[in-house]
């Protein structure tokens, strides 16, 4: 899957030095359709089904721990009293904006029944109809901290218990999909970005001075008493966008869009709203969206930060990167600072061009200030250390990103990833238990089960089924909220599920852009259901850019052995062990064993 398709960069305002006069990341973009009770209903389909695998993965432990039962049924409970005290927090934030907002309620009804289905598909939603309107404006509600303790206590029964294991992370994500409210941390402490441009009503400074749940909150407070500062709404929505891209909860994307259409229907044409529409458009994977809104914002404002940003991101995730590395260049020249060059150093990464994205990244750490922008560029310098097999250099940026924040999630997987390269398989399995304990995503998910795999202790394959399993109840979800999964699903299914459900999801995206990653999984795709005189070109299209990644040469080696071309497959095999001899437990491993086989 993409890198940093589960993160965002800083997008705050800075001044730093432009970095093309001396020498050239994408947060993703998207737009939504409004609900019906229609699609409502087919996401609590998608939810229901998504319980029922995971549930079924091993129904045969009837006999299990009688405490950990309890525990699970006492997160289930939290769930269901969150979900009144959402019902409750509604009221108590549209109460005061009902009179003088009936205009703005009813330009945003479709966001709100979005919101409020999903919670109905989990029978955890109110008494009312499906796709009711309501006044949601997505407040927590006031038991964090025993949901928080009661998902921690199921985790605690989990590990005494196998079996419970499942059912224990199949609740925690339900919790975080359906009712979004789960406090798991602050994602950036004390980060010196802003979710969004606010009005003046709205200092942007609100969201810089705490965790972003906080922030959040706070500004849910000042709406209620400004429920008409069209900046409020649009600050909230992108706040939403934060918050359901770093923790992994799609179910917050509604609620944004809501915000966000609030904002519009009260100034129409706002930039601040436009370009949070960009940034929705982009976390949920419609990049050609994204590029359109915020080419929009460009004309009114072409120095506007966030719009320069999502356009490179757009562009770079549509695999036009010829134009994303123009784009990169303009805002570069426009708006330097952190946000933009990030994105210019993923650009040129894209181009194999190592050298020069590591020393401006280094610039750019250099300069930040924040402990939001320090955590990410340290993170990204560890993640491109990683990529070139670096793993000595990988911890330490990783560790200098987990002392800016020590909840960032793409530091706490990577620190995990590098010890796995060095051996230490022990630290390595307990740091991914530890990141999926708080954040069940596709990729640590699979990356936790190939470590299981690779270490083949008594029970580890049925550990690794478990969090193969629960990979296709987060796609499920992420799919009921409007969320194009499809580059998420192709990958884990091919090598552990499905293989025609990853050839078809591969093949989706595929006819919806065509980057690097879509050709490797396409590629990957047709290979493993045996079509590989199909796969070979998609393979060597995704390195055809200079791209240094060793899944990439893993994979075309793979393809070119079974098609008969034995001495590039060779070539391409020792590129990807002397890459990153530890790109991947399993696939190095076979890589390995093919290269013996070959002899």
Request: include cysteine; charge should be neutral.
């Amino acid at each position: 899957m993409s890198p940093r398709t589960n993160e965002s960069a800083p997008e705050g305002e800075s001044g730093e030095r432009s970095v093309a006069t001396t020498e050239p990341d994408p947060a993703p973009p998207m737009s939504a359709a409004k609900d019906s009770p229609a699609r409502s209903a087919a996401r609590g389909r998608a939810r229901s089904a998504a319980a029922d695998r995971t549930t079924r993965a091993h129904d045969t432990s009837a006999s299990e721990d009688t405490t950990a039962e309890d525990e699970a049924r006492t997160a289930a409970g939290a769930m269901s009293d969150e979900a009144a005290e959402d019902s409750a927090g509604d009221e108590a934030c549209g109460g005061d904006d009902r009179a003088g907002t009936d205009d703005a309620r009813a330009g945003t009804a479709g966001g709100r029944a979005g919101a409020q289905d999903a919670r109905a598909g989990t029978g955890g939603g109110r008494s009312g109809a499906v796709g009711e309107p309501s006044d949601r404006v997505g407040e927590p509600g006031g038991s964090g901290d025993e949901r928080v303790a009661a998902v921690r206590r199921v985790s605690a029964a989990a590990r005494r218990r196998r079996t419970v294991q499942l059912v224990a992370c199949a609740a925690s994500l339900a919790v975080a999909l359906t009712a979004g409210a789960v406090v798991l941390g602050a994602v950036r402490n004390g980060s010196g970005t802003t979710a969004a441009a606010a009005s003046s009503a709205v200092s942007p400074q609100l969201l810089t001075g705490g965790d972003l749940d906080t922030s959040i909150t706070a500004l849910q407070a000042h709406l209620r008493a400004q429920p008409k500062d069209f900046g409020g709404w649009a600050t909230l929505g992108l706040a939403y966008v934060e918050q359901a891209r770093t923790k992994g909860d799609p179910s917050r994307y509604p609620q944004a869009q809501q915000a966000l259409d609030r904002s519009l229907k009260l100034r129409p044409g706002n930039e601040s709203a436009l370009a949070g529409r960009a940034a929705l458009a982009a976390a949920r994977h419609d990049f050609t969206g994204a590029l359109s809104y915020a080419d929009t914002v460009l004309k009114e404002n072409p120095y506007s930060e966030r719009a320069l940003s999502s356009r490179i991101d757009a562009l770079v995730e549509l695999g036009r990167y010829t134009e994303a590395s123009k784009a990169a260049d303009l805002a570069d020249s426009r708006r330097p600072g952190v946000p933009v060059f990030t994105r210019y150093t993923y650009v040129h990464e894209l181009r194999g061009d190592v050298k020069t994205a590591r020393r401006v990244l280094e610039q750019a750490l250099g300069a930040a200030t924040s402990r939001g922008d320090i955590a990410y560029v340290a993170g990204a310098l560890g993640q491109l250390a990683w990529n070139q097999g670096q793993y000595t250099d990988a911890l330490t940026y990783y560790a200098r990103a987990l002392a800016a924040d020590d909840t960032y999630l793409p530091a706490l997987e990577g620190r995990a990833r590098a010890q796995a390269a060095q051996g230490d398989g022990a630290a390595a399995i307990k740091g991914m238990e530890q990141v999926v304990e708080r954040y069940p995503l596709p990729q640590p998910l699979v990356e936790l089960g190939e470590l299981y795999e690779a270490r083949g202790n008594p029970g580890d394959a049925r550990k690794a089924h478990d969090q193969y399993a629960l990979v296709d109840a987060w796609i499920a979800l992420a799919h009921s909220y409007g969320v194009d999964a499809d580059l998420d699903t192709a990958l884990p299914a091919a090598d552990h599920g499905d293989r025609g459900a990853a050839l078809k999801a591969a093949r989706d995206e595929w006819a919806r852009r065509h980057t690097v990653h879509t050709a490797d999984a396409l590629a990957w795709a047709l290979h493993v259901n045996g079509r590989d005189a199909e796969a070979l070109p998609y393979a060597r299209r995704a390195t055809a850019t200079g791209y240094r990644n060793a899944s990439f040469l893993y994979h075309r080696g793979m393809i070119e052995r079974a098609t008969g071309h034995g001495k590039e497959a060779r070539a391409s095999l020792k590129a990807a062990l002397g890459l990153n001899a530890g790109f991947s437990p399993l696939g190095a491993r076979a890589a390995r064993k093919a290269l013996e086989d070959d002899k």
